[in-house]
């Protein structure tokens, strides 16, 4: 007895072996889980490219790109851009005091929301969500824009830019709502001229809707007061695929002046290869035909649904 009180002693006091309570982490009130941000239906944004192992430099590099821009083109800074889009939102009086107990009101949070970086699992993806008073065609046009017209260059990783005014579940019927929406200002307004335009899907991690039904039932929206021209359009409509989520925006005809939105492009153009001297010259019997489909392959985002240029007759092989 006398031995089992001295051992309660020593660990109480201590001792060679003393129990450790183990700390439980009990989360504060008021405090919610934090969800990571997802890609939702009704959406808008802009994917973005960029060097491979260099996303997380990237994403940075796009904030503080973005927030420069937003400063630029809305005025003031994006706290003045945030309040702008407050006043116009209904206000509810206990929502704000439970977000002030909260501590949900701070600026960094507020910024956040403006550009708020959403993780994909594709190798060189990014995706930037936004929020009024950013209209991403608008807004990328002009970073490429500036881009081109000489603006110093801030970035090492960025590629390329593909703004989206609207975002859909990846069914067909979520297609056809996300069209009729975005399509709507360009080709369904009321006295709308006829139109020339193209479409270019790309699909990533996708593979329920093919390609060339995307295609049809898109120019199905479009309806038959305009017509398809590849090459010389007045609009081009670019739809992303991504999972079960889609998204779709209507650029102009500049889009091809503006290296496609690819900064990386802009500032650093890729050079034409030239035809070599002596051996290595390229055979004058090669197609053009075969020239593009090499470069289609290079290029994924370049529709395969362009006319071949080939018009010489097949010559077959004599024995």
Known sequence: MDKSK????????????????????VPKKGQPNYIAPSIEPGDSGIWATCEMGKEGKCTAELKDLFEEYAAKLYGGSEAQ???????????????????????????????????????????????????EPIEPVGFVRRICHDALEGATKKHRWVKRLTPMTMMGKATPEGLEKVAQSVL???????????????????????????????IKQIASAVG??????????DYLILVDV??????????????????????????????????????????????????????????PSIPDTQPSEDKEPRREATQ
């Open 242 to 299: 991504y999972r079960n989520i889609l998204g779709m925006s209507v650029v102009d005809s500049d889009f091809e002046q503006l290296k496609q939105f690819n900064l990386a492009e802009i500032y650093d153009p890729t050079p034409k290869p030239k035809a070599a001297e002596g051996n290595d010259a390229i055979p004058k019997t090669r197609r053009k035909s075969d020239m593009q489909a090499s470069d289609a392959e290079k290029s």
């Open 184 to 214: 709507q200002a360009v080709f369904h307004a009321e006295g709308t001229p006829a139109r020339k335009f193209a479409i270019r899907p790309t699909r990533r991690n996708h593979n329920v809707m093919k390609r060339d039904e995307i």
């Open 81 to 131: 851009a945030e309040e702008a889009s407050d006043i116009e939102a209904e206000i509810d009086i206990e929502a704000e005091i439970k977000k002030e107990v909260q501590g949900m009101k701070s600026k960094s949070t507020r910024k956040e929301t403006l550009f708020q970086p959403v993780k994909v699992d594709i190798q060189c993806v990014l995706f930037f969500k936004t929020r």
């Open 224 to 233: 038959s007061g305009h017509s398809v021209d590849l090459k010389n359009y």
């Open 6 to 25: 001295k051992r309660k002693s020593e660990t109480s006091n201590g001792g060679p072996n003393p129990k450790k309570s183990k700390p439980w982490r």
